[in-house]
């Protein structure tokens, strides 16, 4: 019954280090996102598509990008780690029409020592 | 543009008392309107809907949510609170995010405690 996979629930990486956010969604929707959780702050959106090879940036793309090769498969990639980058990262996919709901992952959460 | 708007980043109740936990949206168009949870540790789960059918809305684990087209509100309640409602709760709506693409503009959530 899974819908949408993170690569990691737990990731524990070095300032400077690049870091690849895998998701994947098997409810052929057009529109997936990534976003940030902290503290107080709410979700946050980084980037999303709307397409294979399509992006959009969000409210906080600085320090990020994506990649989007597969309808299913949505990549945040954190090119080089910050401890300021230390968050919750969501992933979510849904419909074009977004008549229905927006489904989540489960989340991955990223130290950055 | 559409938004919505919670009040309260955090509500306290007892354990059997009615929760209810605030959301008002601004749109210009009729509202899609959700609610979602999360659990520590957990991604988002949708808990309920409003598409324009009924205005009482009943979603999972006794939940329910009214939408008021005159206040702009669209409350979530349960009529008794359980532990295991500890969570933090999302309200969203439906927002165009351009070239013909819909996502869902999210609230920035109100953590709800029980006490026992």
């Known amino acids: 019954d899974v819908k949408v996979t993170q690569s990691s629930r737990y990731l524990v990486k070095r300032t400077g280090e690049k870091v690849f956010l895998e998701c994947v969604q098997d409810m052929d929707h057009e529109n997936m996102f990534w976003y940030r959780q902290d503290p107080g702050l709410g979700l946050r959106l980084i980037y999303f598509s709307y397409d294979v090879k399509m992006k959009e940036k969000g409210d906080i793309p600085e320090g990020y990008s994506v990649s989007r090769e597969k309808k299913e498969r949505f990549s945040l990639i954190l090119e080089s780690a910050s401890t300021n980058q230390t968050s919750m990262y969501l992933c979510a996919s849904i419909r074009r029409d977004g008549y229905n709901e927006q489904f989540f992952g489960p989340g991955t959460r990223l130290t950055v020592l | 543009a559409q938004s919505v708007t919670q009040l309260g980043s955090h509500v306290s109740v007892s354990e059997g008392a009615l929760v209810l936990l605030r959301c008002n949206y601004s749109?210009?168009?009729?509202?899609?309107l959700f609610w979602y949870v999360q659990y520590p540790n957990q991604g988002l789960q949708l808990l309920l809907k409003y598409t324009s059918a009924a205005t009482l809305v009943k979603g999972i684990n006794g939940f329910e949510a009214e939408f008021k087209k005159s206040e702009t509100s669209f409350h979530l309640t349960k009529p008794s609170a359980h532990m295991s409602d500890a969570a933090e709760y999302f309200c969203?709506?439906?927002?165009?995010?351009?070239?013909?693409?819909?996502?869902?503009?999210f609230g920035k959530g109100t953590k709800l405690s029980v006490i026992p």
């Open positions: 749109s210009s168009v009729p509202p899609y």
């Open positions: 969203a709506v439906r927002a165009y995010s351009g070239a013909g693409s819909y996502q869902l503009t």
